[in-house]
């Protein structure tokens, strides 16, 4: 009884896996068209925009350096432009007329420049405005004060 089932389980075991082997091979050549379709592309991603705190960090250093802030004035100035940042960019959320923007930003420069007048020296705070008029002009004079007392 044995040598019958035998021959009849080889055979069945390979119909079997040419069964098998034919189903995946049909798979692997018909499964995976291309469509004449063209796919949509996936959209470049915007860079991820920076919080108030990240973008008063990276300007902090060349701030720090062309006003010559101890620790305390840094930590003031920190402090305020953060504050003032965040509004600014609450601001551009809300999207409002050009005008009514303009009106508003005017207002928080005003607030701000109270705020650093306030907690910086007169000289500093003067530094201060002439940075942010044209930070170029400002470099050159820091370099022509360090050579004259070097």
Same mark, same amino acid.
């Given at each position: 009884?044995?040598?019958?089932?035998?021959?009849?389980?080889?055979?069945?075991?390979?119909?079997?896996?040419?069964?098998?082997?034919?189903?995946?091979?049909?798979?692997?050549?018909?499964?995976?068209?291309?469509?004449?379709?063209?796919?949509?592309?996936?959209?470049?991603?915007?860079?991820?925009?920076?919080?108030?705190?990240?973008?008063?960090?990276?300007?902090? !250093? @060349?701030? +720090?350096?062309?006003?010559? &802030?101890?620790?305390? $004035?840094?930590a003031v100035v920190r402090s305020v432009l953060e504050k003032y940042v965040q509004k600014r960019?609450e601001l551009q959320i809300l999207q409002l007329e050009p005008k009514k923007m303009q009106e508003?930003?005017?207002?928080?420069?005003?607030?701000?420049?109270?705020?650093?007048?306030?907690?910086? !020296? @007169?000289? +500093?705070?003067?530094?201060? &405005?002439?940075?942010? $008029?044209?930070?170029?002009?400002?470099?050159?004079?820091?370099?022509?004060?360090?050579?004259?007392?070097?």
């Amino acid at each position: 009884m044995k040598r019958i089932y035998s021959p009849f389980l080889i055979t069945f075991f390979l119909l079997f896996g040419a069964y098998l082997n034919a189903q995946v091979g049909m798979q692997n050549r018909f499964g995976r068209q291309r469509s004449a379709i063209p796919q949509a592309q996936e959209a470049p991603r915007e860079p991820e925009k920076l919080t108030a705190a990240q973008y008063v960090d990276k300007e902090m !250093p @060349e701030i +720090k350096e062309l006003m010559e &802030l101890d620790p305390f $004035e840094e930590a003031v100035v920190r402090s305020v432009l953060e504050k003032y940042v965040q509004k600014r960019m609450e601001l551009q959320i809300l999207q409002l007329e050009p005008k009514k923007m303009q009106e508003e930003y005017t207002k928080i420069q005003e607030l701000q420049d109270a705020e650093l007048k306030a907690g910086l !020296p @007169e000289e +500093k705070f003067q530094t201060y &405005l002439q940075l942010r $008029e044209n930070r170029s002009k400002v470099k050159r004079k820091q370099k022509k004060k360090k050579k004259s007392k070097d």
